[in-house]
Structure formats: structure tokens, C-alpha cells
T-cell receptor, first 113, second 113 residues
Framework: AQSVTQPDIHITVSEGASLELRCNYS??????LFWYVQSPGQGLQLLLK??????LVQGIKGFEAEFKRSQSSFNLRKPSVHWSDAAEYFC???????????FGTGTRLTIIP | GAGVSQSPRYKVAKRGQDVALRCDPI?????LFWYQQALGQGPEFLTY????????KSGLPSDRFFAERPEGSVSTLKIQRTQQEDSAVYLC???????????FGQGTRLTVV
């Protein structure tokens, strides 16, 4: 069965500092991996996705993520966070195409001035 | 509309009451998903449609939950005899035939009192 672990429930960083959110997955085949962001009262917005090819993927809002098969990880990074990045971040895995996603429990990001 | 639309945004139901939650997917999107997001958790898959066919309902927690998409566009998630544990945000997502990205609505927050 597929699963996603986001080990950090809550992370606090200073505005302008770098950010890394961790995601580990368990999946029997080549996974399709996603990072979504959810602001309070909002739905999920896709930040980036990985299907194949280059293991470093670029997304919206200056985010990037690196797929490391050997570590079963897909960590999300941003070199300099902005106050508007404060939100809940979810990593998800799926078999690809029109198939259901399995989400992690999320990491809440707080930005301090 | 340009995005996935869900209604109502908020619903308060008395325990034992039936509720119906509506999802308008992006026009032309073949696939439609329902997820349940409990407080502080990641979304969990409920059911999946391809056009009007319900291909996977393995995530529906009980036979009180029922979903339909009779004409392959709008979908309704119905919960009969609501219980307190049904309190959650219900998210709808749709994707096109290539299926690489699911677009989420803002969700319906259901509170059972």
C-alpha cells in the first residue's frame, strides 16, 4: 500500500530564510509525486509535480523539489520565504494519470518577521 | 467557471440529518474525485468517477455515504443520517483526460452538531 510521511507537523522560519519541507513515500512502483499548498479556508493548489526525467523539478512561487529514489524522498525547498508562504503544505503520491492520490498529514509553515 | 466550484461552502447539520454536497468540475474534465479532510489531517480519498461511471468507491467510510455523477459533469456527495464523526471538509477535484494534474475546489466544511 502506498503511504506518505511528512515528519514535521509544524515549522517556523524567519522571512527571507531558506526552507526545506520533508516528504518520504512508500510506493511499489515509480511514483507520481506532488506538493500542494493550502491556505486557510482554501482548497489545494498544486505547487509542483514529478513524473519522470530530471529529478529536480521547479514549481510555482519559487518552490522546487528533488526526487531521490534511493531515499524515497521528495523534499520541497525554497531559497527565501515570504510572509505569504505561510500555509499548510501537503505531499502526495499516486500511480499517475486519473488515479487517486494519497496525501501526507501536512506541514504547517509559520513565517516570523 | 474557470475552476472547480463546490456548494455550499459551509453546512451545519443536526445529527441524523441527511446532507447533499455539490461539485461543479472544470468544464470538459473527465475525472472527478471526492476527498474527506478531517481537522489537522491530509485529504483522504473517498471516491472517483470517470465521466458518469463510478470506478472506485473504496474510500467511502460507510453505506451512509453515496456519490453520483449522472450526466458526467456535476457530482453530488450525499451523506445519510449524519454522525459527529462526519464533520470534516469535503474536497472535490477534477482532471482532464491526460490526468496529470487534479484541480481542487475550495471544499465544503460540514459540521454535525
Amino acid at each position: 500500500a502506498q503511504s506518505v510521511t511528512q515528519p514535521d507537523i509544524h515549522i517556523t522560519v524567519s522571512e527571507g530564510a531558506s526552507l526545506e519541507l520533508r516528504c518520504n513515500y512508500s510506493y511499489g512502483a515509480t511514483p507520481y509525486l506532488f506538493w500542494y499548498v493550502q491556505s486557510p479556508g482554501q482548497g489545494l493548489q498544486l505547487l509542483l509535480k514529478y513524473f519522470s526525467g530530471d529529478t529536480l523539478v521547479q514549481g510555482i512561487k519559487g518552490f522546487e523539489a528533488e526526487f531521490k529514489r534511493s531515499q524515497s524522498s521528495f523534499n520541497l525547498r525554497k531559497p527565501s520565504v515570504h510572509w505569504s508562504d505561510a500555509a499548510e503544505y501537503f505531499c502526495a503520491v499516486g500511480p499517475g494519470g486519473n488515479e487517486k492520490l494519497t496525501f501526507g498529514t501536512g506541514t504547517r509553515l509559520t513565517i516570523i518577521p | 467557471g474557470a475552476g472547480v466550484s463546490q456548494s455550499p461552502r459551509y453546512k451545519v447539520a443536526k445529527r441524523g440529518q441527511d446532507v447533499a454536497l455539490r461539485c461543479d468540475p472544470i468544464s470538459g474534465h473527465v475525472s472527478l474525485f471526492w476527498y474527506q479532510q478531517a481537522l489537522g489531517q491530509g485529504p483522504e480519498f473517498l471516491t472517483y468517477f470517470q465521466n458518469e461511471a463510478q470506478l472506485d468507491k473504496s474510500g467511502l467510510p460507510s453505506d451512509r455515504f453515496f456519490a453520483e455523477r449522472p450526466e458526467g459533469s456535476v457530482s453530488t456527495l450525499k451523506i445519510q443520517r449524519t454522525q459527529q464523526e462526519d464533520s470534516a471538509v469535503y474536497l472535490c477535484a477534477s482532471s482532464s483526460t491526460d490526468g496529470f494534474e487534479a484541480f481542487f475546489g475550495q471544499g465544503t466544511r460540514l459540521t454535525v452538531v
